[in-house]
C-alpha cells in the first residue's frame, strides 16, 4: 500500500516552532524575531499543542523568562540543537501507510549549500528518538528535500516548482521522474504541477511553492498575486496565475483560483536589498490561519483573501517584519504533526 501525506488543512496533533537562538544570524533583530516566535507560538496554543524547541540553554532560559509560554500547558519546551528556526524544511514530513504513523526524514543541505544545516539535518531523527514526535516509524530518506518546496491537496495531486526540486544544488543527477515515483508510493500523489514560473525577489530557496501558491479546501489555490505593472514581480507572477489557471484536479476540474495582494516593496535595513515579503507563506492549523502581516493596507485584503478560502478558520495576522530580514515567513518557521489521515 502507498503512503499517505495528508494536506495541511487535516486534524493536527502538534505543531513544531523553533526558538531564534542568540549566535544565529539575527544580529540586532534577535529581540524582534523572538517577540514574534512568542506571539506565533501564544496564537497557535489557543488552537492545538506547540512543541517548542530550545536550540541551547541561552534560548531555553529566555523562553523560560515569558511566564505566558513556560505556564502554558499546551506548550511544551523541548531541547535540540539546530543551526536556524526554518523547521518547515527539515523537519518530520509525517505519513500513513494503513493507519501506521511514519516520519520521514529527507536530508536537508541548507538549501542547496548556502547555509550550514548539519544539526537541522539531525532534527527529525532526534526528535523521533526522544519520543516527540509519538508512535511513529522512523524513515530515513537519501533524497535532498524541503517541506516548503511541496504542497498536497489531499485528493492524489502535488504542487511544486521545477527550479528547485529539479536544480543540479541539491540532487543532482536526478529526473523528474525519480520524485514523480517518490511522491507516488510515499505519498500517495498521483498527479503533479511542476511550476515553471513564479518567484520572489530576494527568495534563497530557489523558489519554494510554500512562497508562491497554496492548495486549500474546496479545491482551491491561493496564490501570491502582482497588479502593479512597475513591480519587478509583476510579470513572473502573472505569468505564473496564467500557469495556475490551466492546471486540472483529478477529476479533471480546473481550481479555484484565490489571489493575494503583494505588500509593498520592504528592504533589508542593513544593505537595502529587497526582502521576499508575500502573504503565501501562511500557517493552517486546527481552528485558525497565522497570516504573515507587514503593517501594510494590502494586510486587510490579503487577511479577506485566505477568510473566504478558510471560512471554518479565524484568520490571525502576525506582523512578520522581524522574519522577513532572515527571508522567511509563518510557514517555513513551523512543521504540522497531522493527527490522523484525511482523504476528505
Given at each position: 500500500?502507498?503512503?499517505y501525506?495528508?494536506p495541511?488543512w487535516?486534524?493536527q496533533?502538534a505543531?513544531?516552532?523553533?526558538?531564534?537562538?542568540?549566535?544565529?544570524?539575527?544580529?540586532d533583530?534577535?529581540?524582534d524575531?523572538?517577540d514574534?516566535?512568542a506571539?506565533?507560538t501564544?496564537?497557535?496554543?489557543t488552537?492545538?499543542?506547540?512543541?517548542?524547541l530550545?536550540?541551547?540553554?541561552?534560548?531555553?532560559?529566555?523562553?523560560?523568562?515569558r511566564r505566558?509560554?513556560?505556564?502554558?500547558?499546551?506548550i511544551?519546551?523541548?531541547?535540540?540543537?539546530v543551526?536556524?528556526?526554518?523547521?518547515?524544511?527539515y523537519?518530520?514530513?509525517?505519513?500513513f501507510?494503513?493507519?501506521?504513523?511514519?516520519?520521514?526524514?529527507?536530508?536537508?543541505?541548507?538549501?542547496?549549500?548556502?547555509?550550514?544545516?548539519?544539526?537541522?539535518?539531525e532534527a527529525?531523527r532526534?526528535?523521533?528518538?526522544d519520543g516527540?514526535?509519538?508512535?511513529v516509524?522512523?524513515q530515513a530518506e537519501?533524497?535532498?528535500l524541503?517541506?516548503?518546496?511541496?504542497?498536497?491537496?489531499g485528493?492524489?495531486a502535488?504542487l511544486t516548482?521545477?527550479r528547485?526540486?529539479?536544480?543540479?544544488?541539491r540532487?543532482?543527477?536526478?529526473?523528474?521522474?525519480?520524485?514523480?515515483?517518490?511522491?507516488?508510493?510515499?505519498?500517495?500523489?498521483d498527479?503533479?504541477?511542476?511550476?515553471?514560473?513564479?518567484?520572489?525577489i530576494g527568495d534563497d530557496?530557489?523558489?519554494?511553492?510554500d512562497?508562491?501558491?497554496?492548495?486549500?479546501?474546496?479545491n482551491?489555490?491561493?496564490?501570491q498575486?502582482?497588479?502593479?505593472?512597475?513591480?519587478d514581480?509583476?510579470?513572473?507572477?502573472q505569468?505564473m496565475?496564467?500557469?495556475?489557471?490551466?492546471?486540472?484536479?483529478?477529476?479533471?476540474q480546473p481550481?479555484?483560483l484565490h489571489?493575494?495582494?503583494?505588500?509593498?516593496?520592504i528592504?533589508?535595513p542593513?544593505?537595502?536589498?529587497r526582502?521576499p515579503?508575500?502573504?503565501a507563506?501562511?500557517?493552517i492549523?486546527n481552528?485558525c490561519?497565522l497570516?504573515?502581516?507587514?503593517?501594510?493596507?494590502a494586510?486587510?485584503?490579503?487577511?479577506?483573501?485566505?477568510?473566504?478560502?478558510?471560512p471554518?478558520r479565524?484568520?490571525?495576522?502576525?506582523d512578520?517584519?522581524?522574519?522577513?530580514r532572515?527571508?522567511g515567513g509563518?510557514?517555513?518557521a513551523?512543521m504540522?504533526?497531522?493527527?490522523?489521515?484525511?482523504?476528505?
Open positions: 500500500m502507498t503512503g501525506l495528508p495541511e487535516a486534524p496533533a505543531t513544531l516552532l523553533v526558538w531564534p537562538r542568540a549566535d544565529g544570524d539575527w544580529g533583530g534577535l529581540a524575531a523572538r514574534v516566535h506571539r506565533m501564544s496564537a497557535l496554543a488552537c492545538q499543542p506547540v512543541l517548542l530550545a536550540p541551547d540553554p541561552e534560548a531555553r532560559h529566555d523562553i523560560e523568562q505566558d509560554l513556560a505556564a502554558n500547558p499546551a511544551s519546551l523541548i531541547d535540540c540543537p543551526d536556524d528556526i526554518w523547521i518547515r524544511d523537519g518530520p514530513l509525517t505519513t501507510r494503513d493507519s501506521r504513523r511514519t516520519a520521514l526524514d529527507f536530508r536537508f543541505d541548507g538549501w542547496g549549500g548556502k547555509f550550514p544545516a548539519r544539526r537541522d539535518d527529525t532526534r526528535l523521533a528518538a516527540w514526535l509519538g508512535d516509524s522512523y537519501t533524497l535532498v524541503e517541506g516548503g518546496s511541496l504542497e498536497v491537496d485528493r492524489g502535488l516548482t521545477r528547485c526540486l529539479l536544480g543540479e544544488n540532487n543532482p543527477g536526478s529526473y523528474q521522474a525519480t520524485f514523480e515515483a517518490l511522491f507516488a508510493d510515499c505519498f500517495g500523489v498527479r503533479v504541477h511542476w511550476l515553471d514560473h513564479g518567484e520572489l530557496t530557489d523558489g519554494h511553492v512562497t508562491l501558491a497554496r492548495f486549500v479546501p474546496g482551491g489555490i491561493v496564490y498575486g502582482c497588479d502593479d505593472s512597475r513591480d514581480h509583476y510579470q513572473p507572477l505569468t496565475a496564467d500557469e495556475l489557471a490551466t492546471l486540472r484536479d483529478s477529476s479533471g481550481y479555484v489571489e493575494l495582494p503583494l505588500p509593498a516593496p528592504h533589508d542593513d544593505d537595502g536589498h526582502l515579503a508575500g502573504y507563506n501562511f500557517l492549523a481552528g490561519v497570516m504573515p502581516a507587514f503593517d501594510d493596507p494586510d486587510a485584503v490579503a487577511r479577506a483573501v485566505l477568510a473566504a478560502a478558510l471554518d479565524r484568520i490571525i495576522p502576525v512578520c517584519r522581524a522574519l522577513i532572515q527571508n509563518i510557514h517555513c513551523a504540522q504533526l497531522p493527527a490522523a489521515p484525511d482523504h476528505d
